[in-house]
């Protein structure tokens, strides 16, 4: 007596047994994908993160400087800005006034 899904599951073993591969095959692709990325130009992509947050930090320090008492932009190009930057002011006044050791600039 030969019963319907029985023949059904000896048809779906090949496929699965593919899937499995190609799951593991597109892990190792993966592995190695970022293997060789943290090899050659990992260091590379966090030198561009930390200018790009430099160079952010400064145009908010010439814009809205006078929230930490450095008066150096007229106060009405200020607030026609600050729209586009309010989200990023927190965070930037956060790490601004933060206290930095001579082991945490990296420029030293």
């Known amino acids: 007596m030969a019963l319907p899904w029985a023949a059904e ?5 090949p496929r699965q047994k593919e899937e499995g591969l190609n799951h593991r095959l ?4 993966k592995a190695l994908k970022d293997f060789f990325f943290g090899a050659t130009a990992f260091e590379i992509q966090q030198t561009v993160r930390q200018e790009k947050l430099a160079r952010h930090d400064l145009i908010l320090l010439f814009s809205f400087g006078d929230l930490l008492g450095v008066p150096v932009f007229p106060p009405y190009y200020s607030l026609r800005l600050l729209p586009y930057y309010y989200p990023a002011l927190d965070s930037w006044k956060k790490r601004i006034l933060k206290e930095k050791d001579l082991t945490e600039i990296p420029s030293l």
């Open 9 to 13: 599951k000896k048809e779906l073993e």
């Open 26 to 29: 597109g892990t190792l692709k």
